[in-house]
């Protein structure tokens, strides 16, 4: 029998946990009857049965140091159900290192990754285990609507969709997340990616694999509150462009030669205007403007140099990627 783990990152999700349980474990009991388009070009639909019962299943909770009681209602589920296993990390060390340990620590065949805040709907796994099934190794769920979202965060996170794909070699997906079904041997692949600075969703796409999309309605987070602001976001972008890209690196290189040939070219035109005209003292502003100018892009450059040492400094640093306190009720020394 091929067991499946369903990994799920947990930060202060107190409130989200036993709705969580009861759907998962309404999930694994029941029989899926799936409407399926086939891969061929007619595609034509059929539907399948999807026996969610010839599967075993480990429901695996990593608690990303939250300061709610979300470790406490993990243990009492636990008791409940044996199902649940828990990692308990030392402190909070946020989603993608939380994503590294649940990957570390699954044994199943196939590992499902979900938010703990009911926002990716189970009534999607069936259709991935399908599709895991007929071969695909990483089956993906993209966002068909992005759910409550302000149009600000929507727009900014398009965007950087938009020029992260422009910069690298990487297909990034756009509205596609942590939600979808990986074969172990992908987890395999990935674990073995021990970087300190992770962008999963650049990962996913860096190990490569049979890929296959299925489509979801994200729903809104039904308790507590979205741990990523508009701060975090536009790390976690930046972290997405300095993980997988050195492109800006070339961009301040060529903004660099242009404005040296630019000013290259004014300085012949000054020589020769000087020998002809003579030099009545001229040019403040222009001096002015210049020199801030050159001066801005200068500190842009020496930024952008800066987020790439400042990576090298922490990946040599080696640390681990997050450090374990328990898991289920043991403590790991
Ligand atoms: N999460 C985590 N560690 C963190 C922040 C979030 O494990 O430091 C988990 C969180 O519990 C949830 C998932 O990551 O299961 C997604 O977080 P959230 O819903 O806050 O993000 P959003 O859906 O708004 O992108
Ligand atoms: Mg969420």
Not at 174 to 179: A, I, Q, R, S
Not at 257 to 266: D, I, K
Request: glycine share 6%.
């Amino acid at each position: 029998m091929k067991t499946i783990s369903i990994l799920i990152p947990a930060y202060n999700e107190s409130a989200n946990l036993r709705n969580l349980l009861e759907e998962l474990n309404c999930l694994v009991s029941s029989d899926y009857i799936i409407e399926v388009k086939d891969d061929t070009p007619e595609g034509s639909v059929h539907s399948h049965t999807i026996c969610m019962k010839d599967y075993q299943w480990e429901y695996l909770f990593v608690n990303d140091g939250s300061k709610d009681d979300t470790l406490q209602i993990l243990r009492q589920l636990r008791k409940e159900d044996s199902k649940v296993n828990i990692v308990n990390l030392s402190r909070n060390f946020g989603k993608e290192n939380a994503l590294l340990a649940g990957m570390d620590y699954a044994t199943g065949d196939a590992l499902v990754i979900m938010d703990a805040d009911l926002q990716d709907p189970v009534s999607i796994v069936p259709e991935m285990i399908y599709w895991w099934e007929q071969g695909y190794d990483d089956v993906y769920g993209t966002r068909s609507d992005r759910g409550k979202e302000s149009w600000i965060r929507k727009r900014l996170s398009l965007s950087f969709y938009y020029i992260l794909q422009k910069m690298t070699r990487i297909e990034i997906l756009p509205n596609t997340g942590d939600f979808r079904l990986l074969d172990k041997r992908v987890v395999m692949a990935i674990i073995s990616l021990r970087e300190t600075q992770r962008y999963t969703k650049g990962l996913y796409s860096w190990v490569g694999f049979n890929k296959k999309q299925v489509l979801f309605k994200r729903h809104d987070r039904v308790g507590g509150k979205s741990s990523f602001n508009l701060l975090s976001l536009f790390n976690l972008a930046i972290e997405g462009i300095t993980c997988f890209t050195t492109a800006p690196l070339r961009v301040s290189s060529c903004l660099g030669l242009v404005a040296s040939t630019c000013a290259l070219l004014y300085m012949v035109y000054i020589f020769i205007k000087t020998l002809i005209w003579g030099d009545p003292v001229q040019g403040y502003p222009t001096l002015i403007c210049t020199i801030l100018f050159f001066s801005g892009a200068q500190l842009l450059a020496v930024g952008i140099i800066g987020e790439y040492i400042g990576r090298i400094f922490n990946e040599t640093k080696s640390r681990p990627v997050y450090i374990v306190e328990s898991f289920n009720e043991q403590k790991v020394s």
